[in-house]
Structures are given as structure tokens and as C-alpha cells.
């Protein structure tokens, strides 16, 4: 038996809720332009370069200067080479036209030199003389770096936990043997990652299946934690809103607790945080999708009571209980 009611522990998770603003997921909002307007910083330099080029561009095809339009691109080739360059209004519009920066950066000089014209001739016509008419600003650099600021969120999450975990006195012992691993009484290893190797080992000296794994392409789990002789495997996602992919990413953690395991020391986890997780309590919007989601985690708890779903406060209270 656990030592804490599953449904009990879900209930005080949904009595509980996420905070709307997550320290844990504050970015770091770094700024890559100057505070002061005087100083500016060579990526700021480097887009005023990238502007002048581009008009120049322009003044070239009017003027039908074909010299003067290949030393253009070639200027603006070097420079969208640049660090965080990609940021720029120019890069920016690349998406409009269905160009990867990504993939563009892996092309040979000749390719790039070629997509490259094709833009550059798109972005004077659609966007290089509005912008102009209402002034280029850094400012743009850095509101387009913000908007990124989402990629961030998958490394937090593992952070957050394992700043959690800490807390509670967890040692991690990712590069550890089994043997170091097993002595003590709380360990921890970041599976999916640095632990990986760790984590496979303790699946054979456990004893542990993990059928969740091959169903889903040998996914591993974010976390496996031990306490004392329990060994508890954590699959953790941080999510603000459904629909698309995040209706495979929740029924996923769904899943993941409708498995079980022979050894009854074996307990699943599913942690999820972000204020997706508050539609559970939300007597107006717990209904149709979210209704369902809600049943199938109550009915896998039900059959599989040593596994547990828990968002922030839940997977505290789990810690201290133990």
C-alpha cells in the first residue's frame, strides 16, 4: 500500500494550484542591446550594417547596377552570419517566405548566395520601405529575442525539479555506480539525460519492465528517484495550454501512470505544472476534453494505487511524507 492515498494526494494538488507566474520559469530575459542608446552593442552595429546593405541593395536594382547588387548581398551574406543576427526585422521576415535560418546557416556559400537574393529582393518589396517610413529601432532586436523566450522552458522544468528535490535533501548521483546509487536513502538521476546509462542499469537490477518506454519509441523518463527501498520514475511536463501537440503531451503523463510494475516498490509519477493544470479545478471549464482528461487520471490512480499525478504543492507534500 502507498504511504499516501494517491487520489487524496491529487486532490490537495487540485486544491493547490499553479501560480500564474512560475519563478521557476522566469527566463533569463538577457539583453542583447544596450541600455544606452550611445553604446550600442555590435550586434546593434551589425544590424545598422545589415539596413544600409539592404538599401543599398535597392538603390542598386533601380539603378540596374549589377556590381553593386552582388557586393550588397555579399556584404549581407557576411553579416546575417553574425551572433543573434536572426533576431534582425530582416531574418525575422524569412518565415514569411517559408525559409529556415536554421537550414539556411548548413548550405554552401553558392546556395545561401543564391535563396539569398530571392529574400533580399522579397523584403525590399514587401517590408524594407514600410520599416523605413516608420523607423527601424533596436528595440525590435531585443522584443524578437523575448518571443523566443518560450525554447527555454524544457531545461527549466528539469531545473525546477531538481532544485525541488534538493531541497528535500535528494542527492543527485547521475555519473554514480548502482552501488553508490542504492546506498543512502534519497538519490536521484535526471534519466532522460546525463543519467541515462544509470537509469537503464537500475531498470535490470530493479526488475522493472517499463512497458510505458517501448510504446512510446523508448522515450525515457525525466526522473528517477529512490527513497529508502522505493524507487519512484517521474515523468514531468510543464504546459500553459491544450490543443495540437499538447493533447498528445497530457495524454502522454496520462498514460504514463496507467502502468505498474510486479515489485510493489515501484511507483509511477506524472508532474504537471503550469496553469494548464488549474483547468482540473475549473468548475466552468472542467468540461468535455478536460472532463475526460480528468476521469482517466482518477481511473488510473484508481487501478494503479502506488502511482500518483501531482503538480507543484502535490509532488512537495509526496517529498515531505516520505
Known amino acids: 500500500m502507498p504511504r499516501i492515498n494517491n487520489l487524496k494526494l491529487l486532490e490537495f494538488s487540485l486544491e493547490n494550484l499553479e501560480p500564474i507566474i512560475d519563478d521557476f520559469y522566469l527566463k533569463s530575459g538577457d539583453l542583447i542591446i544596450s541600455k544606452d542608446p550611445q553604446k550600442p552593442t555590435v550586434l546593434m552595429q551589425q544590424n545598422v550594417n545589415l539596413l544600409e546593405s539592404i538599401s543599398a541593395y535597392s538603390f542598386a536594382k533601380k539603378t540596374k547596377s549589377s556590381v553593386t547588387v552582388r557586393m ?58 514600410i520599416y523605413s517610413t ?5 528595440t525590435t532586436l531585443q522584443a524578437s529575442k523575448d518571443a523566443k523566450a518560450h525554447k527555454e522552458s524544457g ?80 515523468e514531468h511536463k510543464h504546459m500553459k495550454e491544450g490543443g495540437g501537440g499538447q493533447d498528445k503531451q497530457i495524454n502522454e503523463i496520462i498514460s504514463f501512470i ?44 484508481k487501478n494503479n494505487e502506488r502511482n500518483y499525478f501531482i503538480n507543484t504543492a502535490g509532488f512537495k507534500k509526496l517529498l515531505k511524507k516520505l
Open 72 to 129: 550588397a548581398l555579399k556584404k549581407i551574406l557576411k553579416i546575417i552570419k553574425s551572433k543573434n543576427i536572426n533576431y534582425s526585422e530582416f531574418v525575422s521576415f524569412w518565415s514569411v517566405v517559408d525559409i529556415s535560418y536554421s537550414i539556411f546557416c548548413k548550405m554552401t556559400n553558392k546556395e545561401q548566395f543564391r535563396i539569398l537574393k530571392n529574400i533580399t529582393e522579397k523584403y525590399v518589396e514587401l517590408r524594407h520601405n
Open 134 to 138: 516608420y523607423g527601424y529601432t533596436p
Open 155 to 234: 531545461s527549466l522544468g528539469i531545473y525546477k525539479v531538481s532544485k525541488i528535490l534538493n531541497s528535500h535533501n535528494f542527492k543527485k548521483t547521475n555519473n554514480e555506480s548502482i552501488k553508490k546509487f542504492i546506498s543512502g536513502k534519497k538519490k536521484y538521476i535526471e534519466s532522460d539525460k546525463k543519467g541515462k546509462k544509470l537509469f537503464k542499469d537500475l531498470l535490470e537490477y530493479y526488475k522493472i519492465d517499463f512497458k510505458w518506454s517501448s510504446k512510446k519509441e523508448n522515450k525515457m523518463p525525466d526522473f528517477l528517484i529512490r527513497y529508502k527501498d522505493d524507487i519512484y520514475i517521474v
Open 258 to 301: 496507467s502502468h505498474s510494475e510486479n515489485n510493489k516498490k515501484i511507483h509511477y509519477i506524472s508532474f504537471l505544472d503550469g496553469i494548464y493544470f488549474n483547468l482540473f479545478a475549473n468548475k466552468i471549464l472542467n468540461k468535455g476534453k478536460i472532463s475526460n482528461q480528468l476521469n482517466n487520471i482518477k481511473k488510473n490512480l
